[in-house]
């Protein structure tokens, strides 16, 4: 699976959109690009998935660039109940979902 | 409709004794994955079964950890002989199919051992 590189923290404000930004320059033609977040002491949270179109779903929309080198996912109106670790996870295989560091997401009121 | 139940949330061990955590998938879902967190690090997969039979174990330690997925009943992961490096949260996960499908997670189950 692609190695992902995502930054390790960013703060948004409540109400604000959150725009999430992941490399994967390494991704394969047949890998889907999954994301999934982890609140505090909880287990992770499927979001999105998409492998080449951008997708919206009711949590949130992710954009993928035309090389698919990378990908941003966005939370439309954050809450703070958004705060989280969000993970980027290039997926062949999806049951070895690799977890790296993610990003820790804060949203302050 | 009931999510990903684990039981225990919470389980305390002895260097030496046995851990059995169990997993219930959601409904209608045939695809278990166990996944270990140690502290301060991401989740890693451990083992994926479908009703009798393990699929993939190819992140399961080799010794001492062991894992089913019986007819009827829960899935099981057990680990025999507990050491302190055992503690961890370990979640499980559920999917209606393999494939492209999302897993959908229990709360977890945090082992310490003593």
């Known amino acids: 699976d692609a190695k992902t590189t995502q930054p390790p923290s960013m703060d948004c404000a409540e109400g604000r959109a959150a725009n999430l930004p992941c490399n994967h320059s390494t991704i394969s033609g047949n890998e889907y690009v999954y994301w999934y977040r982890q609140i505090h002491s909880q287990g992770p949270q499927y979001i999105i998935h998409?492998?080449?179109n951008n997708e919206t779903n009711e949590m949130a929309s992710l954009i993928i660039t035309e090389d698919r080198k990378s990908s941003t996912l966005i939370l439309p109106h954050a809450t703070l109940r958004d705060t989280a670790v969000y993970y980027c996870i290039p997926v062949t295989n999806d049951y070895k979902l690799s977890f790296g560091a993610g990003t820790t997401v804060t949203v302050r009121a | 409709n009931a999510g990903v139940m684990q039981n225990p949330r919470h389980l305390v061990r002895r260097r030496g004794q046995e851990a059995r955590l169990r997993c219930s998938p959601m409904?209608?879902?045939?695809?278990v994955y166990w996944y270990r967190q140690l502290p301060e690090e991401g989740l890693k997969f451990m083992v994926y079964l479908q009703k009798e039979n393990i699929i993939d174990e190819s992140g399961m330690p080799k010794e001492r950890f062991s894992a089913e997925f019986p007819k009827e009943g829960p899935s099981i992961l057990r680990i025999q002989q507990v050491v302190r490096g055992d503690s961890a949260a370990y979640f499980c996960?559920?999917?209606?199919?393999?494939?492209?499908?999302?897993?959908?997670f229990g709360p977890g189950t945090r082992l310490t051992v003593l």
């Open positions: 996960a559920s999917s209606n199919r393999g494939g492209y499908n999302e897993q959908f």
């Open positions: 998409g492998l080449k």
């Open positions: 409904k209608g879902h045939s695809h």
